[in-house]
């Protein structure tokens, strides 16, 4: 499955963002997707993931209340909506797809997408 991540964008202090993880080549509604940050000089880190079919959903704690997971099978995209956004936010924002259980981890998923830039101004 091939991933496209979009949506990125300057923004001040409490605004919003919608980010699209939209996947050719294979159903994504068989894979689980996450959503994960790099900041520069930072560990890639974990955001929000949800499940194949049930959708199920996971957050990281520094969004949870913010940040929505969803998906729209029918588009086969994947969203994350970014609420309350603040400067410790800024990063690169990457989907991936992994076609078992819900994951946090990383390193268990086996395809990703580039990256979308995300700036939260103060």
């Known amino acids: 499955v091939q991933l496209q991540a979009s949506g990125g964008g300057l923004v001040q202090t409490g605004g919003s963002l919608r980010l699209s993880c939209v996947a050719s080549?294979?159903?994504?509604?068989?894979?689980?997707v996450g959503w994960f940050r790099q900041a520069p000089g930072k560990e890639r880190e974990f955001v929000a993931a949800?499940?194949?079919?049930?959708?199920?959903?996971s957050y990281a704690d520094s969004v949870k209340g913010r940040f929505t997971i969803s998906r729209d099978n029918a588009k086969n995209t994947v969203y994350l909506q970014m609420n309350s956004l603040k400067p410790e936010d800024t990063a690169v924002y990457c989907c991936?797809?992994?076609?078992?259980?819900?994951?946090?981890?990383?390193?268990?998923?086996?395809?990703w997408g580039q990256g979308t830039q995300v700036t939260v101004s103060s």
């Open positions: 991936a797809a992994e076609p078992g259980v819900l994951v946090t981890d990383p390193t268990m998923f086996d395809y």
């Open positions: 080549g294979r159903t994504l509604s068989t894979y689980a």
């Open positions: 949800i499940s194949r079919f049930r959708g199920t959903t």
